[in-house]
C-alpha cells in the first residue's frame, strides 16, 4: 500500500492505518479534535469518543443518503412548514405527527391512509418514507400505478417474481396514489401479490382517495378487492383525513366535495 503521508514523517504511519480501515472522517479531522483536546484537556478516552463519535456520524449521514436514493421518493418532503390551521377541526397535529415514530414497523403493521384529494396524504407518505430512511429503515417509494405498470412489464418477459421482489424486500413499502385510477383484473392480481407476499413480513404505507366501501370501483374484481382490505386491515393503523383540499385553498368555490 502507497503511504498516503511520506514516509518518516511523524503521522505517517498513522495515516496508513486510518486509510487501511477506511476511517475517512478521522482521517480527515483527528488533528483538528487533537487540538481541541490538548486546549480543552481532554482525557485520553474522551478523546477517543470524539473520534469515533465524528466517524459515526458521517458514516450514518452517507448511509442516509444512500437510502433515500434507492427509496426512489420523487421528492424529499417533511412535516416541517404543514399549515396546521388549514383543516385545524379534522387534521390535528397530534394525530399525524406521532405516526414519525414508526412504531407500526415493530410488528410489520400498515399504515392506511385515506382522504379526499388535496389533504396531505402523499406529503405525510413522504414524510414517513424520508424518516424510516434516516432511521436506518430500508425503504422504497412508488405509486400504484407505477408499481403496476413495472409488474406488467414484468409478467411479459417472465420476470415477474424478480420484479415482486423489488416490492417485498424493503422493511417499508410506501404506495401511494391508490384510487386515482381503476384498476383490470391482472392490474388487481399483481396488487394483491404484492400484499399477500409482504402480508405479516413487512410493512405498507398506503394512501388512497377512497375509503373500502369504495374499494369495488378501483378493483374490477370484489373478491380480490375484499382479500386485499382484509390482509392491509388485519394489521393496520388506519388515518382518515377530512377537509377542504390545500390545493384549492382560497378557490373553495370550485372544490368538490368528495369525502372518502
Not at 22 to 44: C, F, V
Not at 77 to 97: F, M, P, S, Y
Not at 239 to 252: A, F
Request: with cysteine; glycine share 6%.
Amino acid at each position: 500500500m502507497t503511504p498516503t503521508t511520506p514516509a518518516g514523517t511523524e503521522l505517517g504511519k498513522l495515516e496508513d492505518f486510518l486509510a487501511y480501515l477506511r476511517l475517512g472522517a478521522i482521517q480527515s479531522n483527528y488533528q483538528k479534535l487533537a487540538r481541541i483536546a490538548a486546549d480543552s484537556g481532554q482525557t485520553h478516552l474522551e478523546f477517543l469518543e470524539a473520534l469515533l463519535e465524528e466517524e459515526v456520524r458521517i458514516k450514518r449521514e452517507r448511509a442516509a443518503r444512500s437510502r433515500l436514493a434507492a427509496a426512489k421518493m420523487p421528492v424529499i418532503k417533511t412535516l416541517d412548514g404543514w399549515d396546521w390551521t388549514w383543516n385545524a377541526k379534522t387534521i390535528k397535529r397530534e394525530q399525524i405527527v406521532p405516526l414519525l415514530d414508526l412504531r407500526f414497523l415493530d410488528d410489520h403493521s400498515n399504515l392506511l391512509i385515506l382522504g379526499r384529494q388535496g389533504l396531505g396524504k402523499t406529503r405525510i407518505s413522504l414524510a414517513i418514507a424520508h424518516a424510516a430512511c434516516c432511521r436506518g429503515v430500508s425503504t422504497l417509494f412508488t405509486t400504484a400505478a407505477d408499481m403496476i405498470n413495472r409488474l406488467y412489464a414484468a409478467t411479459a418477459d417472465r420476470s415477474l417474481e424478480k420484479a415482486l421482489g423489488i416490492y417485498t424486500r424493503p422493511t417499508l413499502l410506501v404506495i401511494d396514489e391508490l384510487g386515482c385510477l381503476p384498476l383490470s383484473k391482472e392490474a388487481g392480481d399483481l396488487f394483491f401479490q404484492v400484499v399477500a407476499k409482504r402480508y405479516e413480513r413487512g410493512a405498507i404505507v398506503l394512501s388512497c382517495n377512497r375509503g373500502f366501501k369504495l374499494w369495488s370501483e378501483i378493483f374490477a374484481d370484489p373478491v380480490v378487492a375484499a382479500n386485499i382490505i382484509e390482509r392491509l386491515v388485519h394489521h393496520s393503523r388506519i388515518v382518515v383525513l377530512k377537509g377542504k383540499s390545500y390545493r384549492l385553498k382560497g378557490k373553495e368555490n370550485i372544490a368538490t366535495d368528495t369525502e372518502a
